[in-house]
């Protein structure tokens, strides 16, 4: 099939993002079916070069599939908790996909080829058992190309910087603003230079990305410009996102520069790339591949369910855009600033829905199987 106008393939298309624009496409889904079926290596084939999952990822697909229970069975007729029984689920699909991105992440230097899983979502406010989590979960399963999710709460901050601290590779989630950005951006700085402080001189083997939540921003800025009302508060519907990821973008080139970052570098440091996350287009109005064609630059990730990465595949640009226009884009933030958006309201807002979407979606997924561990009693 082609693009329809740019003359490639749709692999074309997925692969140009990485090889024409330094850009990772991730895949933002996970069942056990696609290890199983191929799917997942079929994804690969086209130009996949990571995977991302979260509790409701893992939610919908154990309650919706039956590929689960005969290890549930098999796990809690042999007395494993139920507690304990999901974490194997997850760990096994997570070494599956661990296992279809292996050759990734040879070729690419450990640089890609990342599968994330993330710590139990009810801790995101408690830094020491945060750290204890992700430490577990990184033994656990021990593999080079896992990335252990920690929300990118205050909290978090700290056991962010004691992971890599301690070489283990890190995705930071639930970024919902530039502030918090920088923050996360300073807690694997310093969690590098703890690592060098200790008496490692090789930085190589660590890698981290920073999650920045986009399509929910603009879900909950274009609520409160619909309360505002006015036809220029109305026009700015749609624009926030895209804005605050490119100005995330621009401070990312700003902080992994100068005499700081260069000793870190020489050491063989990792930028820590800004990764999109939630990339569907959850307004129908807005073109479906809004969060991909408008974030596509070097050094990101854009982590996409399968629905996306296939409109993307059809019909999505190829093009530099995530730093065309910097002054649009700070147009745009200081805009909707002035119509008495509060932009840290809407980050401080969107950070408590999703760790408590989060939280849900885990607790939903364990009662269900403890109905169907009491079933099987």
């Known amino acids: 099939m082609t693009d329809g106008g740019n003359g490639s393939t749709t692999n074309g298309r997925l692969q140009g993002l990485y090889s024409q624009c330094g850009q990772s496409p991730w895949l933002d889904n996970l069942r056990r079916g696609w290890i199983t079926g191929g799917e997942l290596d079929a994804w690969v084939e086209q130009g996949i070069r990571g995977l991302t999952s979260n509790p409701s990822i893992f939610q919908k697909a154990i309650e919706s599939s039956p590929d689960y229970d005969e290890q549930f069975g098999d796990l809690v007729c042999g007395g494993t908790s139920v507690d304990d029984a999901y974490w194997q689920l997850v760990t096994s699909d997570i070494r599956g996909a661990l296992g279809a991105l292996e050759g990734v992440h040879e070729t690419s230097g450990g640089a890609d080829g990342f599968v994330s899983v993330e710590v139990d979502p009810s801790l995101a406010h408690d830094e020491t058992a945060t750290t204890k989590a992700a430490r577990e979960l990184h033994e656990t399963i021990a593999r080079p190309n896992l990335m252990v ?75 409160r410009l619909d309360a505002v009302g006015t036809p220029s508060a109305l026009g700015l519907r749609g624009r926030t996102a895209v804005a605050q990821a490119q100005a995330a973008y621009g401070r990312f080139g700003e902080i992994f520069s100068g005499p700081r970052w260069e000793r870190l570098a020489a050491l063989g440091a990792q930028v ?15 073109p479906d591949t809004l969060y991909v064609d408008e974030l596509i630059g070097p050094h990101t990730v854009n982590t996409m369910p399968d629905d996306t990465l296939a409109a993307f595949c059809d019909h999505g640009k190829l093009r530099r855009t995530v730093d065309a226009d910097q002054s649009a884009a700070s147009y745009v933030l200081d805009a909707v600033q002035e119509h008495g958006i509060d932009l840290d309201g809407v980050a401080d807002t969107l950070e408590a829905q999703g760790v408590a979407a989060f939280t849900k979606s885990f607790d939903e997924l364990l009662v269900s199987l403890q109905t169907k561990a009491d079933s099987l009693a």
């Open 149 to 223: 999710k920690i929300p990118g709460t205050l909290e978090g901050l700290g056991a962010i910087r004691q992971m890599i601290a301690e070489g283990r590779s890190i995705n930071v989630t639930l970024i919902f603003s530039v502030a918090r950005y920088e923050q996360v951006a300073e807690a694997y700085l310093s969690g590098l230079e703890d690592r060098v402080a200790s008496g490692v001189a090789d930085l190589s083997g660590v890698a981290s990305v920073a999650s920045f939540f986009v399509s929910r921003t603009d879900t909950e800025v274009d609520r």
């Open 272 to 286: 820590q790339r800004p990764l999109w996350a939630s990339t569907s287009t959850k307004n129908p109005a807005y």
